[in-house]
């Protein structure tokens, strides 16, 4: 799934939303980025967040950031609803345009990587 945008939109906030996981979700790793002139403020781990969540590169205060996510407790089980995994807010509002987002691993419950188009980049 891809967030839709007009070309002159702006946002503020990115929220990243996992659509559905048939094999529960073991771990992710993911890259938020802007190329704008805007830096993160804030980054809101929500499906996956305490030290299972970790920044590896980045975050608040730069205009990229790269999170990982490890479901260490198996508390994310089979599931078809859609589930954010967390939201990133910039500072100030950046073209949506330059806006990029970029999933490097999607691995569910038996190890195995699934498809990272079940994840979504929805901006407001």
Do not use: C
């Not at 980045?58 to 407790?73: E, I, K, M």
């Not at 691995?107 to 079940?118: H, L």
Request: proline letters at 5%.
């Amino acid at each position: 799934p891809e967030s839709t945008t007009t070309p002159d939109a702006t946002v503020t906030t990115v929220e990243i939303v996992l659509d559905g996981a048939p094999n529960g979700l073991q771990k992710y790793s993911l890259t938020l980025s802007t190329s704008g002139d805007g830096t993160i403020s804030d980054i809101t781990p929500d499906l996956i967040s305490g030290n299972q969540f970790q920044v590896t590169d980045g975050g608040v205060g730069a205009s990229a950031v790269v999170v990982r996510g490890a479901d260490l407790v198996g508390s994310v089980g089979e599931t078809t609803e859609s589930q954010t995994l967390l939201t990133v807010t910039f500072e100030s509002a950046v073209p949506a345009g330059a806006v990029t987002g970029t999933v490097t691993e999607l691995v569910d419950d038996n190890g195995e990587p699934f498809d990272t188009d079940r994840v979504a980049f929805r901006t407001a």
